[in-house]
């Protein structure tokens, strides 16, 4: 039987993570995985075959289901529930930068609704008061808006030194044994 | 069939399991899953999902010790009975064939059921 290539054992590796499985479980997953892609090769199935076979097997679901089982038994450390991927995800977004803070938002489409409707006013020939309310106006804004980025930049930061570590499960389903 | 013989090893799986890591000194995952495999012509397949809980219940009860050893680059973790692994096993498989030579007495074949209803035959 030929042994997979550190490539392909990589490409397991990198599936179970995908799915979701604890650091704990992964090297005994991996080995458990490899061993059925050698199996499957020595059948005459091409590694991206093989491979195939096992995402449709060890999907996040099993693995979930796997983890919360051992979670139950105590096999595993329980991680706290504001680290599943679900509810974290937009507060990664936020923190890398992807996305904006919604504070940050209602700043930036305050100082936009402001600038529109002073153009409006000023082209139905309002543009004397409308001046005078922008000029007051958009200085505190931009100031606002500069504050707003600083805290971005130091979010960005923070989140470089911030943990997200292994995916978590909890409210498990009822148990099924076999 | 294949939801019945899900129900029997419900009862079953941790006996499989004692058995066969009883034959051998040490075991891996996926060795006791083709073992499970080949022995009954592919007709029960373990998941690692129905394995790897039994193992562990197995190794927090004491049964069952495990080593890691690195195998092709790979972290591979090994299974054996313990002294009291050993004992248990032999008597659940004993418990076992007693309880399949009961269920054998228990439950013979009725006559009007061993062969398959034909279309002329009386409705019950």
Known sequence: MTPLTPQQTYCLRQHLRQVGTQELLIDELVDYLACQVEDSMRKGLSFEKALALIRMEATSLSVRHLQQTLVRQGALPQTGFWRHPARCTKRKKVAFG????????????????????????ASRGLAIPVGLVASLLCPLLILLSFQA?????????????????????????AEKEY | MESSNTEYLRG??????????????RMYGYEITQA????TSGEIVLTFGSLYPLLYKLEQEGLVQNESEEVEGRLRKYYALTLIGRQTARQKLLDFTHFT??????????LNLSTPPTPDSPAL
Do not use: Y
Request: glycine share 6%.
């Open chain 2, 101 to 110: 030579q009961l269920m054998n007495r228990l439950m013979q074949l009725p």
């Open chain 2, 36 to 39: 499970v495999k080949e022995r």
């Open chain 1, 98 to 121: 992807l996305i904006q803070p919604v504070h940050h938002a209602l700043l930036i489409g305050a100082f936009l609704s402001v600038l529109l409707t002073g153009w409006l006013l």
């Open chain 1, 149 to 173: 980025f600083a805290v971005a930049i130091s979010e960005r930061i923070c989140s470089a030194i911030r943990p997200f570590g292994p995916i978590l499960l909890v409210d498990p389903p």
């Open chain 2, 12 to 25: 079953t799986l941790k006996t499989i399991v004692l058995g066969l890591l009883a034959e051998k000194e």
